[in-house]
Protein backbone atom coordinates (compact mmCIF):
# COMPACT_ATOMS: atom_id res chain seq x y z
CA UNK A 1 0.00 0.00 0.00
CA UNK A 2 2.74 2.23 1.00
CA UNK A 3 4.67 1.65 -2.62
CA UNK A 4 1.23 2.72 -4.48
CA UNK A 5 0.78 5.65 -2.56
CA UNK A 6 4.39 6.95 -3.04
CA UNK A 7 4.15 5.75 -6.65
CA UNK A 8 0.64 7.76 -7.17
CA UNK A 9 2.97 11.00 -5.59
CA UNK A 10 5.67 10.72 -7.78
CA UNK A 11 2.88 10.59 -10.90
CA UNK A 12 1.13 13.66 -9.49
CA UNK A 13 4.46 15.68 -8.79
CA UNK A 14 5.31 14.56 -12.46
CA UNK A 15 2.17 15.73 -13.79
CA UNK A 16 2.79 19.68 -12.43
CA UNK A 17 5.81 19.61 -13.31
CA UNK A 18 4.58 19.07 -16.89
CA UNK A 19 1.56 21.30 -16.20
CA UNK A 20 3.87 24.09 -14.86
CA UNK A 21 6.19 23.64 -18.75
CA UNK A 22 2.90 24.27 -20.69
CA UNK A 23 1.92 27.57 -19.17
CA UNK A 24 4.03 30.46 -20.84
CA UNK A 25 5.74 30.85 -17.55
CA UNK A 26 2.42 32.72 -16.12
CA UNK A 27 2.18 33.03 -12.65
CA UNK A 28 5.98 30.82 -12.43
CA UNK A 29 8.40 32.09 -10.33
CA UNK A 30 11.83 31.80 -11.82
CA UNK A 31 14.00 28.75 -10.35
CA UNK A 32 16.92 31.16 -9.76
CA UNK A 33 15.83 34.53 -8.48
CA UNK A 34 12.07 33.98 -7.90
CA UNK A 35 10.77 35.92 -10.82
CA UNK A 36 7.60 35.98 -12.55
CA UNK A 37 8.21 34.85 -16.20
CA UNK A 38 6.33 35.14 -19.52
CA UNK A 39 7.89 32.99 -22.51
CA UNK A 40 8.31 34.81 -26.43
CA UNK A 41 8.73 31.92 -28.60
CA UNK A 42 10.91 32.78 -31.76
CA UNK A 43 9.93 30.35 -34.51
CA UNK A 44 13.31 30.99 -36.86
CA UNK A 45 15.61 28.81 -38.95
CA UNK A 46 19.35 28.98 -37.80
CA UNK A 47 20.27 25.70 -40.35
CA UNK A 48 19.06 25.34 -44.31
CA UNK A 49 18.80 27.26 -47.24
CA UNK A 50 17.22 30.59 -45.36
CA UNK A 51 19.26 29.84 -42.19
CA UNK A 52 21.59 32.72 -41.97
CA UNK A 53 18.57 35.32 -42.67
CA UNK A 54 16.53 33.56 -39.48
CA UNK A 55 19.72 34.08 -37.68
CA UNK A 56 19.94 37.60 -38.34
CA UNK A 57 16.06 37.90 -37.54
CA UNK A 58 16.80 36.02 -34.07
CA UNK A 59 19.39 38.83 -33.17
CA UNK A 60 17.16 41.73 -33.94
CA UNK A 61 14.70 40.08 -31.28
CA UNK A 62 17.56 39.33 -28.98
CA UNK A 63 18.59 42.83 -28.89
CA UNK A 64 15.31 44.66 -28.19
CA UNK A 65 15.04 41.92 -25.58
CA UNK A 66 18.14 43.35 -24.72
CA UNK A 67 16.74 46.44 -24.63
CA UNK A 68 13.43 45.48 -23.02
CA UNK A 69 14.06 42.57 -20.78
CA UNK A 70 11.04 42.77 -18.64
CA UNK A 71 7.52 43.35 -19.03
CA UNK A 72 4.94 45.19 -16.37
CA UNK A 73 1.52 42.88 -15.89
CA UNK A 74 -0.64 44.40 -13.88
CA UNK A 75 1.62 45.83 -10.65
CA UNK A 76 3.73 42.88 -11.35
CA UNK A 77 7.00 42.86 -13.36
CA UNK A 78 7.58 39.84 -15.30
CA UNK A 79 10.49 38.82 -17.02
CA UNK A 80 10.30 37.83 -20.66
CA UNK A 81 12.33 34.60 -21.33
CA UNK A 82 13.10 33.67 -25.39
CA UNK A 83 12.66 30.54 -26.26
CA UNK A 84 14.06 29.69 -29.48
CA UNK A 85 13.69 27.53 -31.73
CA UNK A 86 15.01 25.74 -35.35
CA UNK A 87 12.61 25.45 -37.97
CA UNK A 88 15.49 24.39 -40.54
CA UNK A 89 13.91 26.75 -43.34
CA UNK A 90 12.14 23.10 -43.98
CA UNK A 91 7.88 22.82 -43.79
CA UNK A 92 7.72 19.11 -41.83
CA UNK A 93 10.44 20.25 -39.53
CA UNK A 94 8.69 24.03 -38.98
CA UNK A 95 5.60 21.94 -37.81
CA UNK A 96 7.53 20.06 -34.86
CA UNK A 97 9.07 23.53 -34.26
CA UNK A 98 5.81 24.96 -33.88
CA UNK A 99 4.72 22.05 -32.21
CA UNK A 100 7.50 22.65 -29.13
CA UNK A 101 6.83 25.98 -28.60
CA UNK A 102 3.42 25.46 -27.75
CA UNK A 103 5.11 22.66 -25.63
CA UNK A 104 6.96 25.29 -23.91
CA UNK A 105 3.72 27.29 -22.83
CA UNK A 106 4.99 30.30 -24.89
CA UNK A 107 2.28 33.17 -24.35
CA UNK A 108 2.78 34.75 -28.00
CA UNK A 109 5.48 33.70 -30.73
CA UNK A 110 7.46 35.96 -33.39
CA UNK A 111 9.07 34.28 -36.61
CA UNK A 112 9.47 33.61 -39.73
CA UNK A 113 12.03 34.31 -41.92
CA UNK A 114 10.62 32.06 -44.93
CA UNK A 115 6.83 32.29 -46.00
CA UNK A 116 6.34 28.51 -46.18
CA UNK A 117 7.50 27.70 -42.69
CA UNK A 118 5.31 30.00 -41.53
CA UNK A 119 2.26 28.95 -43.29
CA UNK A 120 3.67 25.09 -42.03
CA UNK A 121 3.22 26.28 -38.33
CA UNK A 122 -0.01 28.43 -38.94
CA UNK A 123 -2.51 26.07 -38.08
CA UNK A 124 -0.21 24.62 -35.13
CA UNK A 125 -0.55 28.48 -33.62
CA UNK A 126 -4.11 28.81 -33.91
CA UNK A 127 -5.03 25.48 -32.70
CA UNK A 128 -3.06 26.38 -29.36
CA UNK A 129 -4.92 29.94 -29.58
CA UNK A 130 -1.21 31.37 -29.72
CA UNK A 131 -0.52 34.49 -31.92
CA UNK A 132 2.13 34.93 -33.97
CA UNK A 133 3.76 37.79 -35.17
CA UNK A 134 5.44 37.43 -38.71
CA UNK A 135 8.87 39.85 -39.17
CA UNK A 136 9.72 39.65 -42.51
CA UNK A 137 7.38 36.49 -44.30
CA UNK A 138 5.95 38.26 -47.37
CA UNK A 139 3.33 35.79 -48.76
CA UNK A 140 -0.26 36.73 -48.82
CA UNK A 141 -1.22 33.54 -47.49
CA UNK A 142 0.74 33.83 -44.18
CA UNK A 143 -2.12 35.94 -42.39
CA UNK A 144 -5.08 34.95 -44.95
CA UNK A 145 -7.74 33.19 -43.00
CA UNK A 146 -5.77 32.89 -39.62
CA UNK A 147 -6.89 35.53 -37.26
CA UNK A 148 -3.53 34.04 -35.03
CA UNK A 149 -0.90 35.72 -37.52
CA UNK A 150 -0.17 38.62 -37.57
CA UNK A 151 3.20 40.74 -39.31
CA UNK A 152 4.89 44.07 -39.37
CA UNK A 153 6.40 43.85 -42.65
CA UNK A 154 4.73 44.67 -46.33
CA UNK A 155 3.24 41.81 -48.54
CA UNK A 156 4.49 40.70 -51.71
CA UNK A 157 1.58 41.82 -54.21
CA UNK A 158 2.92 45.37 -53.27
CA UNK A 159 7.05 44.39 -53.25
CA UNK A 160 6.00 42.75 -56.83
CA UNK A 161 4.09 45.47 -57.97
CA UNK A 162 6.92 48.42 -57.13
CA UNK A 163 9.72 46.25 -58.53
CA UNK A 164 8.11 46.00 -61.51
CA UNK A 165 8.11 49.94 -61.92
CA UNK A 166 11.43 49.78 -60.31
CA UNK A 167 12.33 48.01 -63.85
CA UNK A 168 10.34 49.99 -65.89
CA UNK A 169 11.32 53.74 -64.35
CA UNK A 170 14.74 53.24 -63.41
CA UNK A 171 16.38 50.48 -66.66
CA UNK A 172 13.01 51.01 -69.52
CA UNK A 173 12.95 47.78 -69.06
CA UNK A 174 11.13 45.93 -72.11
CA UNK A 175 12.03 42.40 -71.25
CA UNK A 176 12.75 40.68 -68.27
CA UNK A 177 13.88 37.39 -66.95
CA UNK A 178 12.37 36.10 -64.00
CA UNK A 179 14.34 33.63 -62.38
CA UNK A 180 12.76 31.61 -59.01
CA UNK A 181 13.34 29.12 -56.62
CA UNK A 182 10.74 25.98 -57.70
CA UNK A 183 9.13 24.65 -54.96
CA UNK A 184 9.52 28.16 -52.64
CA UNK A 185 6.28 29.66 -51.63
CA UNK A 186 8.08 33.29 -51.31
CA UNK A 187 10.20 32.95 -54.81
CA UNK A 188 7.14 31.50 -56.45
CA UNK A 189 4.77 34.02 -54.94
CA UNK A 190 6.70 37.32 -55.85
CA UNK A 191 8.07 36.32 -58.78
CA UNK A 192 4.35 35.65 -59.83
CA UNK A 193 3.54 39.11 -58.56
CA UNK A 194 6.48 40.28 -60.35
CA UNK A 195 5.31 39.30 -63.70
CA UNK A 196 1.96 40.13 -63.00
CA UNK A 197 2.84 43.94 -62.94
CA UNK A 198 5.16 43.32 -65.47
CA UNK A 199 2.17 42.55 -68.34
CA UNK A 200 0.22 45.26 -66.84
CA UNK A 201 3.10 47.37 -67.22
CA UNK A 202 3.86 45.98 -71.30
CA UNK A 203 7.23 44.44 -70.22
CA UNK A 204 7.43 40.90 -71.74
CA UNK A 205 8.51 38.01 -69.00
CA UNK A 206 10.85 35.11 -69.70
CA UNK A 207 10.21 32.93 -66.30
CA UNK A 208 12.81 30.10 -65.10
CA UNK A 209 12.54 27.94 -61.88
CA UNK A 210 15.75 26.44 -60.77
CA UNK A 211 14.95 23.04 -58.82
CA UNK A 212 16.56 22.44 -55.72
CA UNK A 213 20.06 21.84 -55.12
CA UNK A 214 21.17 22.99 -58.31
CA UNK A 215 24.49 25.08 -57.77
CA UNK A 216 24.66 25.84 -61.88
CA UNK A 217 23.76 29.40 -62.56
CA UNK A 218 25.54 29.29 -66.24
CA UNK A 219 22.77 27.96 -68.29
CA UNK A 220 19.96 30.16 -66.97
CA UNK A 221 22.25 33.72 -67.48
CA UNK A 222 22.69 32.14 -70.93
CA UNK A 223 18.88 32.10 -71.31
CA UNK A 224 18.62 35.69 -69.99
CA UNK A 225 21.13 36.92 -72.44
CA UNK A 226 19.02 35.11 -75.20
CA UNK A 227 16.24 36.89 -74.58
CA UNK A 228 18.06 39.76 -74.75
CA UNK A 229 16.82 40.27 -70.93
CA UNK A 230 16.76 44.39 -69.71
CA UNK A 231 17.15 43.07 -66.10
CA UNK A 232 17.05 40.16 -64.25
CA UNK A 233 14.23 39.56 -61.26
CA UNK A 234 15.52 36.88 -58.32
CA UNK A 235 13.90 36.99 -55.42
CA UNK A 236 15.85 33.92 -53.97
CA UNK A 237 17.70 32.65 -51.02
CA UNK A 238 20.69 34.55 -50.08
CA UNK A 239 22.67 30.52 -50.77
CA UNK A 240 21.44 31.13 -54.39
CA UNK A 241 21.92 34.48 -54.86
CA UNK A 242 25.63 34.62 -54.38
CA UNK A 243 25.88 31.72 -57.01
CA UNK A 244 23.83 33.85 -59.05
CA UNK A 245 25.64 37.07 -58.72
CA UNK A 246 28.65 35.29 -59.37
CA UNK A 247 27.93 33.96 -62.45
CA UNK A 248 25.52 36.73 -63.89
CA UNK A 249 28.21 39.59 -63.58
CA UNK A 250 29.65 38.64 -67.19
CA UNK A 251 25.97 39.21 -68.95
CA UNK A 252 26.19 42.76 -67.66
CA UNK A 253 22.58 42.57 -67.14
CA UNK A 254 21.24 44.34 -64.11
CA UNK A 255 20.11 42.06 -61.32
CA UNK A 256 16.81 43.20 -59.04
CA UNK A 257 15.58 40.91 -56.07
CA UNK A 258 13.21 41.25 -53.07
CA UNK A 259 14.05 41.68 -49.43
CA UNK A 260 16.14 38.55 -48.98
CA UNK A 261 19.00 40.28 -50.66
CA UNK A 262 19.25 42.88 -48.20
CA UNK A 263 22.46 40.94 -46.79
CA UNK A 264 25.89 41.08 -46.48
CA UNK A 265 26.05 37.83 -48.16
CA UNK A 266 25.36 39.81 -51.29
CA UNK A 267 27.22 42.58 -50.46
CA UNK A 268 30.04 40.57 -50.69
CA UNK A 269 29.31 38.68 -53.80
CA UNK A 270 28.02 42.02 -56.04
CA UNK A 271 31.23 43.55 -54.81
CA UNK A 272 33.64 40.79 -55.43
CA UNK A 273 31.69 40.08 -58.79
CA UNK A 274 31.35 43.65 -59.93
CA UNK A 275 27.46 42.81 -60.49
CA UNK A 276 25.05 45.47 -60.94
CA UNK A 277 22.54 44.70 -58.01
CA UNK A 278 19.33 46.42 -56.60
CA UNK A 279 17.03 45.12 -54.32
CA UNK A 280 13.85 46.00 -52.28
CA UNK A 281 13.96 46.08 -48.12
CA UNK A 282 12.43 47.24 -45.28
CA UNK A 283 14.30 49.76 -43.67
CA UNK A 284 16.88 52.20 -44.04
CA UNK A 285 19.05 53.95 -41.44
CA UNK A 286 18.23 57.41 -42.70
CA UNK A 287 14.27 56.91 -42.92
CA UNK A 288 14.10 58.46 -38.78
CA UNK A 289 16.08 58.99 -35.89
CA UNK A 290 14.73 56.07 -34.23
CA UNK A 291 15.99 53.89 -37.77
CA UNK A 292 19.52 55.73 -37.22
CA UNK A 293 19.26 55.16 -33.38
CA UNK A 294 18.37 51.48 -34.22
CA UNK A 295 21.71 51.05 -36.58
CA UNK A 296 24.39 52.37 -34.01
CA UNK A 297 22.48 50.59 -31.09
CA UNK A 298 22.82 47.57 -32.85
CA UNK A 299 26.16 47.74 -34.19
CA UNK A 300 27.57 48.32 -30.67
CA UNK A 301 25.58 45.69 -29.27
CA UNK A 302 26.96 42.91 -31.92
CA UNK A 303 30.62 44.28 -31.59
CA UNK A 304 30.36 43.78 -27.91
CA UNK A 305 29.53 39.91 -28.58
CA UNK A 306 31.46 37.88 -30.65
CA UNK A 307 29.15 34.76 -30.66
CA UNK A 308 26.51 37.87 -31.83
CA UNK A 309 29.02 39.11 -34.39
CA UNK A 310 29.36 35.54 -35.90
CA UNK A 311 25.59 34.49 -35.98
CA UNK A 312 25.31 38.24 -37.90
CA UNK A 313 27.75 36.91 -40.45
CA UNK A 314 31.02 38.05 -38.66
CA UNK A 315 30.32 41.24 -39.83
CA UNK A 316 28.62 44.35 -38.53
CA UNK A 317 26.22 44.75 -41.28
CA UNK A 318 22.58 45.43 -40.30
CA UNK A 319 19.65 43.50 -42.26
CA UNK A 320 16.80 44.73 -42.96
CA UNK A 321 15.45 41.48 -41.05
CA UNK A 322 17.08 42.25 -37.84
CA UNK A 323 14.97 45.63 -37.43
CA UNK A 324 11.79 43.58 -38.36
CA UNK A 325 12.46 41.04 -35.53
CA UNK A 326 13.04 43.93 -33.12
CA UNK A 327 9.77 45.77 -34.31
CA UNK A 328 8.32 42.20 -33.75
CA UNK A 329 9.75 41.81 -30.48
CA UNK A 330 8.30 45.42 -29.17
CA UNK A 331 4.97 44.93 -30.53
CA UNK A 332 4.66 41.88 -28.12
CA UNK A 333 5.53 43.58 -25.43
CA UNK A 334 3.10 46.48 -26.14
CA UNK A 335 0.49 43.64 -26.80
CA UNK A 336 1.24 41.64 -23.54
CA UNK A 337 1.33 45.24 -21.58
CA UNK A 338 -2.35 46.08 -23.25
CA UNK A 339 -3.51 42.32 -22.63
CA UNK A 340 -2.68 43.29 -18.62
CA UNK A 341 -2.25 39.43 -19.18
CA UNK A 342 -0.24 36.55 -19.53
CA UNK A 343 -3.12 34.59 -21.19
CA UNK A 344 -2.23 34.45 -24.86
CA UNK A 345 -5.69 34.66 -26.03
CA UNK A 346 -5.84 37.85 -24.02
CA UNK A 347 -2.34 39.01 -26.12
CA UNK A 348 -3.98 37.99 -29.20
CA UNK A 349 -7.35 40.23 -28.85
CA UNK A 350 -4.58 42.99 -27.91
CA UNK A 351 -2.52 42.84 -30.88
CA UNK A 352 -5.27 43.75 -33.03
CA UNK A 353 -5.58 47.27 -31.28
CA UNK A 354 -1.80 48.07 -30.81
CA UNK A 355 -0.30 51.27 -32.37
CA UNK A 356 3.66 51.31 -32.52
CA UNK A 357 6.19 53.48 -34.50
CA UNK A 358 8.67 51.32 -35.67
CA UNK A 359 12.37 51.36 -37.09
CA UNK A 360 10.81 49.82 -39.78
CA UNK A 361 7.78 52.45 -39.73
CA UNK A 362 4.25 52.35 -37.93
CA UNK A 363 2.49 49.34 -36.97
CA UNK A 364 -1.05 49.20 -37.43
CA UNK A 365 -2.46 45.65 -37.80
CA UNK A 366 -5.68 45.77 -40.63
CA UNK A 367 -8.45 42.92 -39.87
CA UNK A 368 -6.02 40.45 -41.58
CA UNK A 369 -3.16 41.25 -39.19
CA UNK A 370 -1.16 43.32 -42.25
CA UNK A 371 0.14 46.50 -41.82
CA UNK A 372 -0.29 49.06 -44.65
CA UNK A 373 2.94 50.32 -45.90
CA UNK A 374 2.66 52.18 -49.20
CA UNK A 375 6.70 53.17 -49.21
CA UNK A 376 9.75 50.55 -49.91
CA UNK A 377 13.47 51.05 -49.99
CA UNK A 378 15.18 50.20 -52.66
CA UNK A 379 19.29 49.86 -52.33
CA UNK A 380 22.05 49.16 -54.50
CA UNK A 381 25.72 47.37 -54.28
CA UNK A 382 28.23 50.64 -54.79
CA UNK A 383 31.11 47.36 -55.86
CA UNK A 384 33.62 49.99 -55.76
CA UNK A 385 33.50 50.78 -51.94
CA UNK A 386 31.75 47.72 -51.06
CA UNK A 387 28.74 48.82 -49.75
CA UNK A 388 25.44 49.46 -49.76
CA UNK A 389 23.80 52.91 -50.74
CA UNK A 390 20.28 54.16 -50.72
CA UNK A 391 18.96 54.11 -54.27
CA UNK A 392 15.10 56.13 -53.32
CA UNK A 393 12.01 55.67 -51.97
CA UNK A 394 9.68 53.56 -54.67
CA UNK A 395 5.80 53.27 -54.34
CA UNK A 396 3.41 52.14 -57.12
CA UNK A 397 3.52 54.80 -60.05
Same mark, same amino acid.
Given at each position: MKKFLAMALSA??????LAGCNNGGKDTPDNE $? *?? !????VGVY?? &??????? $? *?? !?EVLGAEYA? &??VP???? *????????LVIVDNQSENDKGVSAAQQLVAEGVAVVLGSYGSGVSMAAAPTFEEAKVAAIGCSCTNPGVTLGNPYYFRVCYLDPFQGSVLANLAKDEFNAETAYVFTEL??????GLGQYFSLECDRLGIQVVADKNPAGNTDMSGFVNAAKSANADVIFAPTSTTVASLLIDQAASAGIPIIAGDTWDDAVIL???????ADVYFSTFYDEGASQAAADFMS????????????LANNGGTDTVSAVSALGYDAYMVAIEAIKAAGSTDSEAIKNALAYVRYSGVTGDVIFDEEGDVDKDIIFIKGVDTAKGEFYSVKEQGLS
Open positions: VMVLGL $G *GE !KVIKEP &SSGNNGA $G *GK !KH &SQTVTI *GDEEYKVEGDDYSEQAAAKSGGFKAWLNANSDK
